[in-house]
């Protein structure tokens, strides 16, 4: 278990962080144990093999709520200032993000990294980042739990369905202009120079854009699509109980509750990050998401004002669903159940109808088995039919 040691841990256990003044750097240092003795006090004490001068640790103030440590010294805090005013105010409501859900368990897949409540990422993720246009993406996401995830990626939702809200997300990642991902690649996440060629290519031909929104597609498609139906129940049970607080309340106790690195005066938010950063959310909407595969995390992208959102971990998750070690958990549910209903040949149109999905869902399901060789593609004049292969059979028979 990791903690946090210093200056916040005075604070009530609510977590709230006190403002700031100054822009100095805390210490973050992962991986601290709380089974770890501290070293002399002439020694500093010893966090994951890093040596920190004792001086600098309160050891009266341990805080086990915490996923990172804190060094009390003389330096301050870093954080994110945004301001506000009524009509700011006014403008915020709450609504979820199907493209911060993707790139939440995408960046989880692509580090193999588990989720502190559902586990690993599953076998239809890692399977999905053999895509190139999904590999692109997942090789500009930070290896860790900490790090810059491209803003471009997670824009600000509109209202409505689900489905909608997803296509529109997309629309706006494929139409990023070339400028501001450069700007977000070279500036934010790659600093260092240190860009995968293959990101630089797709920047430099143009293409990065569009091949984002298709990657992110892709991997919904594969990896999260047969899960819908409960991630939206979770996600709508917690914008429920957020819009009953707000009603209630005020988006201002809203506000209050979603984090507990965030902290809310009038029309001032203080959010404590390993870095600085400042917005102004002025006559501007902000949109509040909950999320639940990026949870305990909070997102913030509030730099520019038209794509300002938040991401706050979802405050009540439910147990965590059971692995599935039968067929659909190694290709998923709906890719099973084609698979299943292929022991004849049988058309996309024909596919469509009997699993009541869209013919294009069909048709990428169709071209993912066919890649694997679970199925096999034969024209009968206009129609292509397709049907189980004996790989398929086997795999079947293994996976009852």
Not at 37 to 56: I, K, L, N
Not at 324 to 352: F, H, K, Q, Y
Request: with cysteine; aromatic share 6%; net charge neutral.
């Amino acid at each position: 278990m990791e903690r946090r040691i210093g200056r916040w841990a005075s604070r009530p256990r609510t977590g709230r962080n006190p403002a700031c003044t100054g822009r100095a750097p805390y210490v973050h240092v992962p991986g601290w144990s709380s089974e770890v003795p501290p070293a002399g006090p002439d020694e500093g004490v010893r966090f994951a093999g890093d040596v920190v001068p004792a001086s600098t640790v309160n050891h009266r103030n341990l805080r086990p709520d915490t996923d990172s440590i804190w060094l009390e010294s003389d330096l301050q805090c870093l954080m994110i200032t945004v301001k506000f005013n009524i009509s700011g105010l006014a403008r915020t409501r709450i609504a979820p993000s199907p493209a911060f859900e993707i790139t939440s368990w995408l960046r989880l897949a692509a580090a193999n990294r588990r989720h502190p409540i559902l586990g690993m990422a599953g076998s239809a993720a890692r399977y999905a980042l053999r895509d190139p246009d999904v590999a692109l993406v997942a090789a500009v996401m930070p290896p860790g739990a900490q790090g810059y995830v491209l803003d471009m990626l997670t824009p600000r939702p509109d209202a409505g369905p689900w489905h909608r809200v997803l296509a529109g997300q997309l629309d706006a990642v494929s139409e990023t202009p070339i400028e501001k991902i450069a700007e977000q690649l070279l500036e934010e996440r790659f600093p260092d120079g240190d860009m995968p060629d293959g990101v630089r290519r797709a920047l430099e031909d143009g293409g990065f854009a569009r091949r984002a929104a298709d990657g992110l597609r892709r991997f919904w498609l594969t990896a999260l699509a047969d899960q819908r139906k409960g991630l939206e129940e979770r996600l709508s049970a917690d914008l429920a109980a957020r819009a009953h607080l707000m009603a209630t309340y005020g988006v201002g106790h809203v506000l209050e509750s979603l984090h507990p690195d965030l902290d809310w005066a009038p029309e001032e938010m203080r959010i404590v990050k390993p870095y600085d950063g400042a917005g102004d959310l002025s006559d501007s909407e902000l949109v509040l998401s909950p999320s639940l595969l990026g949870w305990p995390n909070l997102h913030v992208q509030v730099c520019d004002p038209l794509d300002a959102f938040m991401a706050y971990p979802v405050s009540a998750t439910g147990p965590a669903p059971k692995a599935d070690t039968g067929l659909s958990g190694l290709i998923g549910t709906s890719r099973a159940a084609i698979l299943r209903d292929l022991a004849v040949s049988r058309s996309t149109t024909e596919l469509s109808r009997r699993h009541r999905l869209a013919p294009s869902t069909v048709s990428y399901h169709l071209s993912v088995l066919l890649e694997a060789d679970l199925v096999s593609r034969t024209r009968q004049g206009p129609v292509v039919r397709y049907q189980r292969t004996r790989a398929a059979n086997a795999l079947l028979r293994d996976r009852r």
